[in-house]
């Protein structure tokens, strides 16, 4: 439920014995003082399980927006907050359990740790707040309040910070944090945390990443990120690396001054899904494919990079757990005729360039395990080897390739085969055959 902050004391008494409001936003709350924002006794509203505080650009001059927050205490039982637009530069002292405004500033707060081991809840007010989320405070400086080790939220999992352009990366992150989403706050430039398992970063980021508990890093929308320097990542349990949208992304590299020592430990040993999609500038991942950054790899998967003129083929036979390769709206790719593909691959699809100086050799009849072939819009494909190449894989799908004479294709429409059925097209049942490809057109 959404309430106006102007007419806050009247909706709450309406709805107060309505308690299937579990939700409730408040916004507009820059029209309202202190003492008005007192008056909605938040902290004993006990059936609220999410509060959203939300400030508009419209503010009265003479309300302290810091004393707002602070008089809008949640009840204790809380497990979602969001604050939003909130013009101050520290969060409110409830987040700590404190009663003076002195204790909300940190400029020279040591190394923060929590001991998962004390199970002394004295100083705890939310020991049910389990995600919290902090955007477009442009004033906000620090986050410590709830980093601090008397911390008065020591459940939370999730935390999002966005639009923040003053806060400033913490020291370390708590050990109860699991998720951790940064967008758009320049000056945050580093992460240390030691059981972060997710971390989303956008729009603006510059990370030196030390994550020693991180499975999952996924960067999108990084408009002014020109590189992505491998040595300023210190991730040994990372499975799953997503790269998307960062439009000004030309290169992943790894420095050459890193020592052969170094270079010769894995530097993702556990990493098996590598995604990349919609970096219309890159231009090389060399640095990052090889089998002594990858040695666990298992799916490849990249799209829509536009520059992307060449890949170092030659090392993928190297990848020896590689199950899945998709490589696809990449025009300027050219494949080099030294590509071979290791034996576990089971899915293939490819849709850009011509792949036929390697497709005969080592796509086809070298790939024992290979199920499923797609082939789509590559405009320059001449062979495949003839149709006894594929004579043995379970599921093949061809489209638009006009130049791939060895095998049949009706105009405008794709190409199917199953092994142990007739070939079939579009015309000619190509809807239960999808069924079973799970395929689409």
């Known amino acids: 439920m959404e309430v106006d902050a102007a007419e806050l004391k009247e909706q709450l008494s309406f709805i107060e014995n309505f308690y299937q409001h579990r939700e409730l936003t408040i916004y507009n709350l820059g029209a ?32 302290n927006e810091t004393e707002v927050l602070l008089a809008l205490q949640p009840p204790t039982n809380i497990k979602s907050v969001r604050i939003e637009g909130y013009p101050g530069e520290y969060l409110p002292s409830w987040f700590r359990g404190c009663d003076g405004p002195e204790d909300m500033s940190f400029s020279e707060l040591p190394a923060a740790t929590v001991d998962n081991n004390n199970n002394s809840r004295a100083g705890t007010i939310f020991p049910l707040l389990t995600e919290v989320s902090i955007k477009g405070c442009q004033n906000l400086l620090s986050l410590e309040q709830f980093l601090h080790p008397t911390t008065s939220v020591p459940a939370i999992r999730e935390i999002v910070i966005a639009d923040c352009a003053s806060v400033k990366s913490p020291i370390e992150w708590p050990p109860s944090f699991e998720k951790i989403s940064v967008s758009n ?7 240390w945390s030691r059981s972060t398992k997710k971390l989303v970063l956008m729009l603006e980021i510059g990370f030196n990443i030390d994550c020693s508990s991180l499975t999952f ?33 030309r290169i992943i590299t790894e420095s050459e001054h890193i020592s052969r020592a170094r270079r010769s430990t894995a530097k993702f040993p556990l990493l098996t899904h590598v995604t990349i ?9 060399d640095d990052l494919l090889t089998h002594e950054c990858l040695p666990a790899i298992e799916s490849i998967t990249i799209w829509f990079c536009s520059s992307l003129s060449s890949l170092p083929t030659e090392r993928f036979k190297s990848f020896l757990s590689l199950k899945n390769l998709e490589i696809g709206g990449c025009p300027r790719l050219y494949w080099l005729s030294g590509m071979v593909l290791p034996p576990s691959l089971q899915t293939l699809l490819c849709s850009c360039g011509d792949f036929s100086a390697w497709s005969p050799r080592c796509c ?52 199917w085969y199953i092994s142990g059925a007739e070939p079939a ?9 999808r069924d079973r490809c799970q395929l689409t057109e």
């Open 277 to 285: 999609k919609s970096c219309s500038k890159l231009e090389s991942i």
């Open 32 to 63: 309202i003082s202190k003492a008005r924002a007192a008056e909605s006794e938040l902290r004993k509203k006990e059936y609220l399980n999410s509060l959203t505080l939300r400030w508009s650009s419209l503010r009265c001059p003479e309300h």
């Open 425 to 433: 097209t579009a015309a000619t049942g190509v809807s239960t055959i």
């Open 185 to 191: 706050c320049p000056k945050m430039t580093h992460l």
């Open 364 to 415: 086809l009849k070298n790939l024992t395990s290979l199920e499923s072939l797609s082939m789509e819009y590559c405009q320059d494909l001449q062979s495949i080897g003839g149709p006894e190449a594929i004579a043995n894989i379970k599921r093949v799908y061809i489209r638009d390739c006009p130049k791939l004479m060895e095998i049949e294709q009706l105009r405008g429409n794709p190409w």
């Open 217 to 249: 890093l996924h960067i999108y929308s990084c408009s002014k990120l020109p590189s992505i320097e491998l040595e300023k990542w210190s991730l040994p349990m990372l499975q799953r690396l997503h790269i998307d949208d960062c439009e000004c992304l």
